[in-house]
């Protein structure tokens, strides 16, 4: 009897050791479902705490209403304060395209790297006559250059995300690019203008291309949840008027056919679309409520992206992306913020050494 009373128990013991590992196994497999999808995750959760938690919901779509209120402020201020920072933009390009030269207490900075002074170089040109005449030469140019020549154009080819846009083709167009300027827009719908300063030159009659952003700074009414704050909605270009055989945004290719129910051929030759930095004057025009094909969407997804860095980055930190700082600066950034993606997603994981990420410009 005692030992049918002891195997009984062991038995219950067993099958309760079984239990615990089937509820444990299932707390597992549940752990994973819900870590991999959070929607079930909330779904299986109790009717009160689900009722909470639109709660919290209704919350943050009232702090989104708050914070699109700030943007709005926001941007009202930057408008404000335009008209204070136009000198500096002002006596930047008067700079740049030798319109004035800085005198000595302009020129008071310190720097580490920088070479020979300008007092050095004059006292090598005083002692020119006792070099060849070739070294010579190439000195007293280097003493009379004026302004900062091509200076847009190394910044762009400074900037991965501008460098990307530019061909061989286009170089030669962008030396002659002399400033560019940021007009925001205070009336109708708020956003920004870019305008692209051209001296005269053989490719096109313009000396103003623009490029035109419109924005939303509150959320979407139809997805409140997702506001991260102002975004382009919208952008506008303008045409070029280029000079007869000058147009590097198109290019003329011959195709040979065959002539219908004969033996002989014909050759035609038409113009297509090419690469070229100048079509991001002439971005795909999309109406209102338009559905957007996968292509069309990364196209303006890209230009948004590109106008966003030219207007915060670039322009008020044009010297900074000349000479390299700035880029220093960006790279440092997107470190800091791969650093915190992988320290947050850890989770006592190997993580992967040496990956690297194309900058977020």
């Given amino acids: 009897m005692a030992d049918n009373q002891k195997n009984s128990g062991s038995t219950t013991a067993v099958k309760n050791n079984n239990n615990d590992g089937t509820n444990q196994l299932t707390e597992d497999l549940g752990t994973v479902v819900h870590a991999t999808d959070p929607a079930a995750y909330v779904r299986s959760l109790p009717a009160p705490i689900r009722r909470r938690l639109k709660a919290l919901k209704r919350l943050q779509s009232d702090m989104s209403s708050v914070e699109a209120k700030f943007f709005e402020e926001l941007h009202q201020l930057e408008c404000k304060y335009e008209t204070l920072y136009n000198p500096f933009y002002v006596k930047r390009f008067k700079i740049v395209s030798a319109e004035v030269e800085p005198d000595d207490n302009e ?87 870019l305008e692209f300063v051209f001296e005269p030159n053989e490719y096109f009659t313009n000396t103003l291309l623009t490029k035109e952003y419109t924005m939303n700074l509150g959320p979407d009414p139809e997805d409140v949840l997702s506001y991260e704050g102002p975004e382009i909605v919208k952008c506008k270009g303008c045409s ?103 320290e947050s997603g850890c989770g006592g994981g190997d993580t992967e050494e040496g990956s690297e990420q194309e900058p977020s410009q």
């Fill in 107 to 193: 020129c008071q900075w310190p720097s580490e790297d920088e070479g020979d002074s300008l007092e050095d170089d004059f006292k090598k040109k005083a002692s020119i006559d006792k070099s060849p005449d070739s070294e010579c030469e190439e000195m007293e140019e280097e003493i009379d250059m004026k302004g900062i020549p091509e200076f847009w154009l190394r910044i762009f080819k400074n900037v991965e995300i501008l460098a990307d846009l530019i061909e061989e083709n286009d170089e030669p167009i962008l030396k002659h690019l002399v400033d560019i300027r940021v007009r925001l827009l205070n009336y109708g719908a708020p956003g920004f203008v």
């Fill in 240 to 342: 070029i008027d280029w000079k007869d055989g000058r147009n590097v945004t198109v290019k003329r290719v011959q195709k040979t056919q065959r002539r219908k129910g004969q033996d002989t051929r014909r050759t035609v030759v038409k113009t297509v679309r090419t690469h070229s930095f100048f079509n991001f004057f002439s971005p795909p025009q999309v109406q209102e409520g338009e559905v957007l094909d996968d292509e069309t969407e990364d196209i303006l997804s890209a230009d948004y992206e590109i106008g966003h860095f030219l207007r915060d980055r670039v322009v008020p930190k044009a010297v900074l992306y000349y000479t390299g700082e700035a880029l220093d600066s960006d790279e440092s950034e997107e470190y800091d913020e791969e650093g915190e993606e992988q």
